[in-house]
């Protein structure tokens, strides 16, 4: 069974640009949650899509949007980028009921400069 | 509100020793899930262990053994033999059952095996 998989692996974008990233879950998993790590503040949790809803926010300002389609695919789109983004995002995929794991892709690694 | 502490930002150790990660955790829900993952240079966090709040069974998977302890909100794992493979940054998650699939990560141990 193929993992998850992250598109693309590396980005390099300027302040005040706009990036979309792009995850495809495990075959069968209908749940896409999206982190961002960064040295300083760690794992942090962006949101979750459940069968193309949002099912979960974490605290991050409206420049970070996401999508889910039929297909369960996801995208994650950050607006008016800033230097602060410059993280690695991962996507993780589950089955979606309570408590199951999460199945992590390799990430993106989002440079702003 | 839920919060994972993992307070050995740094451990080293010769490779065959053995070595405990500590993990304590903070929830007041009465159902949650506790994680486990690693995550080597390449970067990709990998499952190693999942144990809900029922099950304080301790488990042994190889050199890998877990053991979880409510009474003192822990969950702490173990490399039993140390291999320098086992070189990694690992990170204890915690998953409320009212906090839908959001998983609160603790800071991470960065594990250094010397050969």
């Known amino acids: 069974k193929a993992g998850v998989t992250q598109t693309p692996r590396y980005l390099i974008k300027t302040r005040g640009q706009q990036v979309t990233l792009s995850c495809s879950p495990i075959?069968?998993?209908?749940?896409v949650s999206w982190y961002q790590q960064t040295p300083g503040q760690g794992l942090q949790f962006l949101f979750e899509?459940?069968?193309?809803?949002?099912?979960n926010k974490g605290n991050f300002p409206g420049r970070f949007s996401g999508r889910q389609f039929s297909n369960s695919r996801s995208e994650m789109n950050v607006s008016t980028l800033e230097l602060g983004d410059s993280a690695l995002y991962l996507c993780?995929?589950?089955?979606?009921?309570?408590?199951?794991?999460?199945?992590f892709g390799p990430g993106t690694r989002l440079t702003v400069l | 509100a839920q919060k994972v502490t993992q307070a050995q930002t740094e451990i080293s150790v010769v490779e065959k020793e053995d070595v405990t990660l500590d993990c304590v955790y903070e929830?007041?829900?009465?159902?949650?899930?506790l994680f486990w993952y690693k995550q080597p240079p390449s970067g990709e966090l990998v499952f190693l262990i999942r144990?809900?709040?029922?099950?304080?069974q301790n488990e042994i998977s190889g050199r890998y053994s877990w053991n979880f302890q409510k009474s003192t909100s822990s969950f702490n794992f173990t490399i039993t033999a140390s291999q320098v493979v086992d070189s990694a940054v690992y990170f204890c998650?915690?998953?409320?059952?009212?906090?839908?699939?959001?998983?609160?990560f603790g800071t991470g141990t960065s594990l250094t095996v010397i050969p």
């Open positions: 075959s069968g998993h209908r749940s």
């Open positions: 929830t007041r829900d009465t159902t949650y899930y």
């Open positions: 144990r809900n709040s029922f099950d304080e």
């Open positions: 998650a915690l998953s409320g059952a009212n906090t839908g699939n959001q998983f609160y």
């Open positions: 899509y459940f069968s193309e809803t949002q099912r």
């Open positions: 993780a995929s589950s089955l979606g009921g309570r408590g199951n794991e999460q199945f």
